[in-house]
Each structure stands twice: as structure tokens, then as C-alpha cells.
């Protein structure tokens, strides 16, 4: 018999509510929401093929652990007792930094898995945690940690209200938005153009989304400083200074670091050319609601975090940083207690070898293969992967491969078998996403509007623990050296939501502050899971009840209402966001002041550069081998393209093949001769390997790091190629 449920997607950022038919435990067809109040029934290929994941024979369903070289699935009990003997043995004798963990991307998307694991992370008390952010997003977030004190706050643009738009390195139309839940981008960028907005975009590449912008800039990869730079010395020239309504310090010591950040300089280093670079100054001074914005072609490169840090100082100079139609801080109904802090969570360690910084509690993925293969007290001798796959997605993959296989002791909790996890002595199968919950914990705060909505599980899933069960089993693993028992697990949830409420009851600005930590254990339903974690945030929130209020927002209610709960554009609310301990602004953290003098001295390059580009079918390394997203050959995807004025130098041709070859190795691709790429430029899609496609990563150096952050610097890398007989 068929039936009908709702489920958010948990593939990326644009967060679509689906509307799922289903035959007994079979998907039988997905479609967008419609009534969905935040994605109004956006979806794309991706999202309907979640029911080929669901039903995928490949996608890991029992624990696996290697015997004699080889994978074999085993029972929960023998997983777990030998990661407990494993890891407790490696724990015991070399310390909890000999154990490393690396948390991917789709964590992100999974409540229960990120929450679990952050409380594994803290069992363990490894100061080697590495994440997809530092193959990612980490140089945004210490930009607004170093500017606000804040690394979870970033701004977005208000699109539905603001009327100019600068945006650099980004490609809505096929990544849906980034670090911004855009649904539907297309549909409001015309929405923006009906409304007379502008949208200028600056990449080496004619982008999908750049071809609908007003006016492309092409730049040469890792320039976007010098563009910034010149854009603010040509504000201040206009008049523009930091509006008063901003309390701030050090701007002198920023305006003078950026005094030699010439217009005609940044033209020769960027490629665009004064006057035009004049004009976008003077469309952003002059629009009533303007709003800069950049992502992975700004936080991936050379100057990641000091480019991140100059978007938030143009918005601040417009007046757009925490105004209507600029740059905004969304909200959402989950909240955590307040995080005041004497100083920024930022190079209060340092990675052993390299003496990389560690950034939000975070070492950089730059040095994970060295710390695996540097004798000596603190080396890395177990890994735990959480839904990641970093030989494929970091840098220098080839030698991390390597490092990996060394190690002593390798977990991966993954749903499937592949390049990483294939190197594991135990796989630990998540659950098919329709088997467990979905809220936006992390990125909720990142809508184009605020918005409250969960899903509940789809199906019920009784052969295997859930992964937020699994997480906490993992943590209890490290934290009393046994695997515990149901009723020990029980207990050990309860203590731990015990205390996360007394997080909340011991925040005096709060709205729980010195409340009894019994009475709220007993009043969060439901009775176990991530859910209680959830209610509790939902309910200390903003729009929550506060465990009292009439008419307050519970996880209940959230349940009650499939399609969300509209909950209006974002509100200015800086104050709330500016938690360093003076609650001032810095515009000029020595971090930046160090790379923005570190910028000087780049000259212009004529090397080739490599960069990357996504594809609506795929995303990252996974989901490839499903039939929907494989449609077509892969060449069709992971294919080099090459400007013509660079193919005739080459004396290439579309279909040629080329041998890229970099500093660290070399891959062999396709060619596809095409006009959308600058010349000097050439952009190649990242995840594939095998024989669905050449690993760019292969190409990254490990050391070619942004200086603040240490994260890679994976576009913009300098290469040469040759034609190959294929
Ligand atoms: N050259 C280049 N490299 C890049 C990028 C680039 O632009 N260029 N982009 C970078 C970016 S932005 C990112 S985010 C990273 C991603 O880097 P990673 O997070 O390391 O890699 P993914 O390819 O996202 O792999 C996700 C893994 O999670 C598993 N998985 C999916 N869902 C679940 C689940 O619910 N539970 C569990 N347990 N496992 C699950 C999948 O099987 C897969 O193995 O790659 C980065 N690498
Ligand atoms: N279809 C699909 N969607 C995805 C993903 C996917 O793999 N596939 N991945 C998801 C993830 S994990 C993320 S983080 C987001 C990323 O979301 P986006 O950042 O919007 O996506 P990208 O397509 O990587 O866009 C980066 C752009 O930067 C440009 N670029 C490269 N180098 C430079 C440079 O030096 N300067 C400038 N100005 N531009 C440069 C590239 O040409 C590219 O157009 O997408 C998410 N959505
Ligand atoms: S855009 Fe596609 S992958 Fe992203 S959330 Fe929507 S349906 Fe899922
Ligand atoms: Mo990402």
C-alpha cells in the first residue's frame, strides 16, 4: 500500500523538503515539497536519487572488519570489543593525541552522527581532530572568529531584499548555495533582477552562475586580496569610511596595511582592469542594499582567510554587515548556551611537525599524512573517520593514502566501501537517510530566511544502532574502557544530557539560568536519542518555551508541523554576534595583518593554474556509482577545460587527453576546449578516481596552505600539461 512522507534532504545546503511515496519499507518516488515553508519545492537530481542510496545493494548495512587482508562482516559485539581493545590499547600506551579523528562533510548534514561524535571527540580528548573544514570553509570562520569572536557567525546575503551583489568564487546555480541555505537560487536571482538588482560575479571561469550575472570579471586564481583591498581604498576614497553604528577597534592599523593595495596594482595582479575595478566600488557605494559574498574560489586558495576577512570589511563600510538587504545573521529555533570568551579559539595549540595553528578546536588536514609519518612522542597511530573521504577530498592524496595504510588502527563509520574506508580494520555502517532524523544544527543558522523544521526517521530502523547511538557507544568505548551495555548506554545518555542542561542553567544570559537540572531532564521528550539534545535547544531558543512559556516552540511542535514553520527574514542582531570579550569589532586581528603584508611581496605569476569546479550530478567523492547521477559517460564530467588561446599552445584539442602534471604528481584527463575558462586557467572537477575519473587532489601539495588557517590552498595550483596518447 502506498503512503506519503516528508523528509528534508541531507545532501547539501539548499536543506529541500522532499515529499516521499512509499510501498511498505520501498521508496517509490520523490518530489520537491511544494508546501515546504524554506525550499517551497526546489530538488534536483541528487535529492531524487536518495531512493536509489535507500535501496542500494552496495551501501554498507553490517559492521565490517579486515581478516587475513581482507573485509568481512561481522557481528555490532566483535566490532566493538575490538575497537575497544584497539583503541584503549593505543590510548593507554602513547596518549589520546596518538589517536586522531577526521569528521566529513555529510556530518553536517546529520544531527545525530555530529552531535555523537562531538561527544566521542570530547571522550577522547585527542587534540587531533581534523575536518573536511579545513578542505573547506575553515578561513570564513576564523575570519569571523578573529572579526566577531565569533566562528560560527557568518553573515549572509539577504537576497530577497538587497538590490547589488558582488560575489566572488561561488556558483549557486549548481552547488545550491554555500554556507548559505539557498533553495531555489535561480528563481530568486530573478526575482532580485525583477526588482532592478545588479549581480556582478569574479571567477577564472564564465560559471552557470556567472553567465546570468549583469557583468563577469574573470580574475587569476588567488588575487581576490588584491581586488578587495583596491575596492576598499577606492570606498574610502569615495567618502566611505566605517559607519559609527559599528563599534570597532584598530581600523587605523587596517587602513594603513592596505594603503599599498594600489588600484593599478590589483588591476596587474588580478586581470581586471582599473576602471572596471573603480566602477564595482562605485555600484557598491552607491546601491541602497549591497552585499558581498564569497565561498570556496575565496576560502580555497592562497589568501582563504584574509580574503574571507575583506567580504566582511566592505559589508562593514556599505553599512550592509547587520542591515536589511545586506549581510545578515540568520536564526534558528535551536540555540546553545552563550559562548563569551576571553580569546579567540585560535592557535591556543600547535600541530607538532609543521607548527600548524589549530583553528576552532581543529588541526588542518595539511598535516595529518606528516603527523602519521613523524616518529616521535604525539605521532598519529589510530585514525576514527566520521563520513568522510579524505584520500579522495584532501590534499596530496597519494602520500595520505600511504600514511593511512600505515597506521595501527583505522575506524570509519561510513555507509559505504571506498577509497578511504577500504583501508579500514573496521567499517561501521551508518543507516540509509531516510532511516534517521534530519535537523540543521549547523547550517540552520545560515538560511536565507529563519525557518523551524525536522524530520522524523521515515522508516524505522531496527537491525542497527542509529549513528548517534553509535557515537556514544564509541565515546563510552574511550571513556571507561568497556563496551557498554544497553542499560550502561541508558545511563551514560542521561548523564550527558544532564549535563548539557546544566550548560544551559549555568548561562547567565540564558533564559534557563538557575533552573533544576532534574526538573528540565524530566520534562525533555522524547524519552532517548539526539532528540532530547534537540528539544532542549529547540525549547532554550529564541522562539522556544522556554519550559514554561505559553505558546513557545518545542521539538513536538516542530514535529506536528511537516512543511516548517516560516519564521521571517533575518533580524539585525550584532550585538548578540559580537561575543569577544570587549565586544568590539577587530578589523585588524595580527593574523590578517601578517597575511595582508605576506601579500605584498606576490608577484604576478604566467604559470598555468589549476582550480576546480562541481557539477550538478555529483557530489564530492560519493554518490557517483548511483544510476541516476552516472547517466552519461564520466568523461562527460571530469573532463580539463582549457582555454583555446592555451589549447593552440599546447596544440591540444577537445578529446585530446593530457598528462597534468604538478609539484606533487600527476594525473591524466580529457581535454574539453571551451571559452568559459580565463586563459592561463585551466578547471577540473575534485572526487573522482578510478575509472570514473582522475583525483585532482593528487595534484595539491600539502604544504600550499592559506597562512592564517592552514587550510588547503586547492585552487589556484600552478601546473603544466602535455598531450597523451589515451
Ligand atoms: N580539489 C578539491 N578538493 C575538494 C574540494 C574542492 O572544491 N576541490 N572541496 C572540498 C569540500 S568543500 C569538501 S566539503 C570536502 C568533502 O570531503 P569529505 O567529507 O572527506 O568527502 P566526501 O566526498 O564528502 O565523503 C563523504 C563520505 O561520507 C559518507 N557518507 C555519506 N552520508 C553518510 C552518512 O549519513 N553517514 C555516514 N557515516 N557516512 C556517510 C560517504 O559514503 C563518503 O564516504 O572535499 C573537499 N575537497
Ligand atoms: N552539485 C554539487 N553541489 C554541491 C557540491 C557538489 O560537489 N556538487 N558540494 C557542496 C559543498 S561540500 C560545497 S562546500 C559547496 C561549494 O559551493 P560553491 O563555492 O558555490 O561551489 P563551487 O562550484 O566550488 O564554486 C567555486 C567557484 O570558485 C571559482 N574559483 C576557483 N578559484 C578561484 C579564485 O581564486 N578566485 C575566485 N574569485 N574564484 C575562484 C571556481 O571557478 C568556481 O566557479 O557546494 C555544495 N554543493
Ligand atoms: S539541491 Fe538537491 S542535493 Fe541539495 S538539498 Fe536539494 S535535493 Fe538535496
Ligand atoms: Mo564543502
Same mark, same amino acid.
Given at each position: 500500500?502506498?503512503?506519503?512522507?516528508?523528509?528534508?534532504?541531507?545532501?547539501?545546503?539548499?536543506?529541500?523538503?522532499?515529499?516521499?511515496?512509499?510501498?511498505?519499507?520501498?521508496?517509490?518516488?520523490?518530489?520537491?515539497?511544494?508546501?515546504?515553508?524554506?525550499?517551497?519545492?526546489?530538488?534536483?537530481?541528487?535529492?531524487?536519487?536518495?531512493?536509489?542510496?535507500?535501496?542500494?545493494?552496495?551501501?554498507?548495512?553490517?559492521?565490517?572488519?579486515?581478516?587475513?587482508?581482507?573485509?568481512?562482516?561481522?557481528?555490532?559485539?566483535?566490532?566493538?570489543? %575490538?575497537?575497544?581493545?584497539?583503541?584503549?590499547?593505543?590510548?593507554?600506551?602513547?596518549?589520546?593525541?596518538?589517536?586522531? =579523528?577526521?569528521?566529513?562533510?555529510?556530518?553536517?548534514?546529520?544531527?545525530?552522527?555530529?552531535?555523537?561524535?562531538?561527544?566521542?571527540?570530547?571522550?577522547?580528548?585527542?587534540?587531533?581532530?581534523? $575536518?573536511?573544514? /579545513?578542505?573547506?570553509?575553515?578561513?570564513?570562520?576564523?575570519?569571523?572568529?578573529?572579526?566577531?569572536?565569533?566562528?560560527?557567525?557568518?553573515?549572509?546575503?539577504?537576497?530577497?531584499?538587497?538590490?547589488?551583489?558582488?560575489?566572488l568564487g561561488?556558483?549557486?546555480?549548481?552547488?545550491?548555495?554555500?554556507?548559505?541555505?539557498?533553495?531555489?537560487?535561480? +528563481?530568486?536571482?530573478?526575482?532580485?533582477?525583477?526588482?532592478?538588482?545588479?549581480?556582478?560575479?569574479i571567477d577564472p571561469r564564465?560559471?552557470?552562475?556567472?553567465?546570468?550575472? @549583469?557583468?563577469?570579471h574573470f580574475i587569476r586564481p588567488g588575487t581576490d586580496a588584491w581586488l578587495l583591498g583596491a575596492i576598499?581604498?577606492? %570606498?574610502?576614497?569615495?567618502? %566611505?569610511?566605517?559607519?559609527?553604528?559599528?563599534?570597532?577597534?584598530?581600523?587605523?592599523?587596517?587602513?594603513?596595511?592596505?594603503?599599498?593595495i594600489t588600484t593599478e596594482r590589483a588591476a596587474n595582479l588580478t586581470g581586471i582592469q582599473d576602471?572596471q575595478i573603480?566602477?564595482i566600488?562605485?555600484?557598491?557605494?552607491?546601491?541602497?542594499?549591497?552585499?558581498?559574498?564569497g565561498?570556496?574560489g575565496t576560502?580555497l586558495q592562497v589568501h582563504g582567510?584574509l580574503t574571507?576577512?575583506l567580504v566582511?570589511?566592505?559589508?562593514?563600510?556599505?553599512? $550592509?554587515?547587520?542591515?536589511?538587504?545586506?549581510?545578515?545573521?540568520? +536564526?534558528?529555533?535551536?540555540?546553545?548556551?552563550?559562548?563569551?570568551?576571553?580569546?579567540?579559539?585560535?592557535?591556543?595549540?600547535?600541530?607538532?611537525? /609543521?607548527?600548524?595553528?589549530?583553528?576552532?578546536?581543529?588541526?588542518?588536514?595539511?598535516?595529518?599524512?606528516? +603527523?602519521?609519518?613523524?616518529?616521535?612522542?604525539?605521532?598519529?597511530?589510530?585514525?576514527?573517520?566520521?563520513?568522510?573521504?579524505?584520500?579522495? !577530498?584532501?590534499?596530496?592524496?597519494?602520500?595520505?593514502?600511504?600514511?593511512?595504510?600505515? &597506521?595501527?588502527?583505522?575506524?570509519?563509520?561510513?555507509?559505504?566501501?571506498?577509497?578511504?574506508?577500504? &583501508?579500514?580494520?573496521?567499517?561501521?555502517?551508518?543507516?540509509?537517510?531516510?532511516?534517521?532524523?534530519?535537523?540543521?544544527?549547523?547550517?540552520?543558522?545560515?538560511?536565507?530566511?529563519?525557518?523551524?523544521?525536522?524530520?522524523?526517521?521515515?522508516?524505522?530502523?531496527?537491525?542497527?544502532? @542509529?549513528?548517534?547511538?553509535?557515537?556514544?557507544?564509541?565515546?563510552?568505548?574511550?571513556?571507561?574502557?568497556?563496551?557498554?551495555?544497553?542499560?550502561?548506554?541508558?545511563?551514560?545518555?542521561?548523564?550527558?544530557?544532564?549535563?548539557?542542561?546544566?550548560?544551559?542553567?549555568?548561562?547567565?544570559?540564558?533564559?534557563?539560568?538557575?533552573?533544576?537540572?532534574?526538573?528540565?531532564?524530566?520534562?525533555?521528550?522524547?524519552?532517548?536519542?539526539?532528540?532530547?539534545?534537540?528539544?532542549?535547544?529547540?525549547?532554550?531558543?529564541?522562539?522556544?518555551?522556554?519550559?514554561?512559556?505559553?505558546?513557545?516552540?518545542?521539538?513536538?511542535?516542530?514535529?506536528?508541523?511537516?512543511?516548517?514553520?516560516?519564521?521571517?527574514?533575518?533580524?539585525?542582531?550584532?550585538?548578540?554576534?559580537?561575543?569577544?570579550?570587549?565586544?568590539?569589532?577587530?578589523?585588524?586581528?595580527?593574523?590578517?595583518?601578517?597575511d595582508l603584508?605576506r601579500l605584498d611581496t606576490s608577484g604576478v605569476s604566467d604559470e &598555468?593554474l589549476?582550480i576546480?569546479?562541481?557539477?550538478?550530478?555529483?557530489?564530492?567523492?560519493?554518490?557517483?556509482?548511483?544510476? &541516476?547521477?552516472?547517466?552519461?559517460?564520466?568523461?562527460?564530467?571530469?573532463?580539463?577545460?582549457?582555454?583555446?588561446?592555451?589549447?593552440?599552445?599546447?596544440?591540444?584539442?577537445?578529446?585530446?587527453?593530457?598528462?597534468?602534471? !604538478?609539484?606533487?604528481?600527476?594525473?591524466?584527463?580529457?581535454?574539453?576546449?571551451?571559452?568559459?575558462?580565463s586563459?592561463g586557467v585551466? !578547471?577540473?572537477?575534485?572526487?573522482?578516481?578510478?575509472?570514473?575519473?582522475?583525483?585532482?587532489?593528487?595534484?595539491?601539495?600539502?604544504?600550499?596552505?592559506d597562512?592564517?588557517?592552514?587550510?588547503?590552498a586547492?585552487n589556484g595550483i600552478p =601546473?603544466?600539461?602535455?598531450?597523451?596518447?589515451?
Open positions: 500500500m502506498l503512503s506519503t512522507g516528508k523528509r528534508i534532504c541531507p545532501i547539501c545546503e539548499a536543506g529541500c523538503g522532499l515529499n516521499i511515496t512509499t510501498d511498505g519499507r520501498t521508496v517509490v518516488e520523490i518530489r520537491g515539497n511544494k508546501d515546504d515553508v524554506f525550499s517551497t519545492g526546489h530538488v534536483c537530481p541528487k535529492g531524487i536519487s536518495l531512493a536509489e542510496l535507500d535501496a542500494d545493494p552496495d551501501r554498507l548495512t553490517r559492521p565490517l572488519i579486515l581478516k587475513n587482508g581482507k573485509h568481512v562482516a561481522t557481528s555490532w559485539e566483535e566490532a566493538f570489543e %575490538l575497537i575497544c581493545t584497539r583503541l584503549n590499547q593505543i590510548k593507554e600506551s602513547t596518549g589520546p593525541n596518538s589517536i586522531a =579523528v577526521y569528521i566529513g562533510n555529510p556530518t553536517a548534514h546529520n544531527v545525530g552522527l555530529s552531535m555523537g561524535l562531538g561527544i566521542f571527540c570530547a571522550s577522547l580528548g585527542s587534540s587531533n581532530i581534523f $575536518s573536511a573544514g /579545513s578542505v573547506d570553509q575553515l578561513p570564513k570562520q576564523l575570519a569571523c572568529e578573529l572579526m566577531f569572536g565569533d566562528g560560527m557567525a557568518v553573515p549572509v546575503p539577504d537576497i530577497e531584499r538587497c538590490d547589488f551583489m558582488l560575489m561561488a556558483n549557486p546555480i549548481v552547488s545550491n548555495g554555500s554556507l548559505w541555505m539557498v533553495p531555489k537560487f535561480r +528563481e530568486k536571482l530573478r526575482a532580485f533582477h525583477e526588482r532592478g538588482g545588479k549581480l556582478v560575479t564564465l560559471s552557470e552562475t556567472a553567465k546570468l550575472a @549583469d557583468q563577469h576598499i581604498n577606492e %570606498l574610502r576614497m569615495q567618502g %566611505l569610511d566605517i559607519p559609527d553604528r559599528y563599534r570597532v577597534k584598530n581600523q587605523q592599523t587596517l587602513f594603513q596595511h592596505l594603503q599599498s576602471h573603480r566602477s566600488a562605485t555600484q557598491l557605494s552607491t546601491a541602497k542594499h549591497s552585499v558581498v559574498y565561498r570556496v576560502t582567510t574571507s576577512f566582511e570589511i566592505i559589508n562593514i563600510m556599505t553599512g $550592509s554587515l547587520d542591515s536589511a538587504g545586506g549581510a545578515m545573521f540568520p +536564526e534558528q529555533p535551536f540555540a546553545l548556551p552563550s559562548r563569551k570568551k576571553e580569546t579567540p579559539d585560535y592557535n591556543r595549540y600547535q600541530s607538532r611537525v /609543521s607548527g600548524y595553528p589549530e583553528v576552532l578546536g581543529q588541526m588542518p588536514t595539511a598535516c595529518l599524512a606528516e +603527523e602519521i609519518e613523524t616518529a616521535g612522542e604525539g605521532k598519529i597511530r589510530a585514525l576514527v573517520t566520521f563520513a568522510g573521504n579524505p584520500v579522495i !577530498s584532501n590534499q596530496d592524496s597519494n602520500r595520505l593514502a600511504n600514511a593511512l595504510s600505515s &597506521l595501527d588502527f583505522m575506524i570509519c563509520v561510513d555507509i559505504y566501501h571506498n577509497e578511504t574506508t577500504r &583501508l579500514a580494520d573496521v567499517i561501521l555502517p551508518g543507516t540509509s537517510p531516510f532511516e534517521d532524523s534530519h535537523y540543521d544544527h549547523f547550517l540552520g543558522a545560515m538560511g536565507y530566511r529563519n525557518s523551524a523544521r525536522y524530520s522524523p526517521p521515515l522508516f524505522e530502523n531496527t537491525s542497527r544502532p @542509529d549513528e548517534w547511538s553509535m557515537s556514544l557507544t564509541l565515546a563510552f568505548i574511550v571513556d571507561q574502557g568497556t563496551v557498554p551495555s544497553a542499560a550502561d548506554l541508558d545511563e551514560y545518555e542521561n548523564n550527558i544530557v544532564a549535563s548539557y542542561i546544566a550548560n544551559y542553567t549555568q548561562d547567565p544570559d540564558g533564559p534557563l539560568f538557575n533552573r533544576d537540572v532534574q526538573e528540565i531532564l524530566g520534562s525533555i521528550g522524547p524519552e532517548r536519542g539526539v532528540e532530547r539534545l534537540l528539544d532542549l535547544g529547540i525549547r532554550a531558543g529564541r522562539w522556544g518555551d522556554h519550559f514554561g512559556k505559553a505558546d513557545g516552540f518545542n521539538l513536538q511542535r516542530l514535529i506536528e508541523t511537516p512543511d516548517g514553520i516560516d519564521l521571517g527574514p533575518p533580524r539585525p542582531r550584532l550585538n548578540e554576534i559580537v561575543i569577544s570579550k570587549d565586544q568590539l569589532i577587530d578589523l585588524a586581528p595580527a593574523a590578517i595583518i601578517e603584508d &598555468l589549476l576546480g569546479r562541481r557539477n550538478i550530478q555529483t557530489n564530492n567523492s560519493w554518490l557517483h556509482n548511483l544510476p &541516476l547521477l552516472s547517466k552519461g559517460s564520466n568523461k562527460s564530467i571530469c573532463y580539463l577545460e582549457l582555454n583555446p588561446l592555451d589549447a593552440e599552445k599546447h596544440k591540444v584539442e577537445s578529446d585530446d587527453w593530457v598528462e597534468i602534471r !604538478s609539484a606533487t604528481g600527476a594525473i591524466r584527463v580529457p581535454v574539453k576546449v571551451s571559452k568559459l575558462i586563459q585551466v !578547471s577540473l572537477p575534485h572526487g573522482f578516481s578510478g575509472h570514473r575519473g582522475a583525483n585532482y587532489n593528487i595534484l595539491a601539495a600539502a604544504a600550499r596552505v597562512g592564517p588557517s592552514a587550510t588547503a586547492l =601546473v603544466t600539461i602535455s598531450r597523451i596518447k589515451k
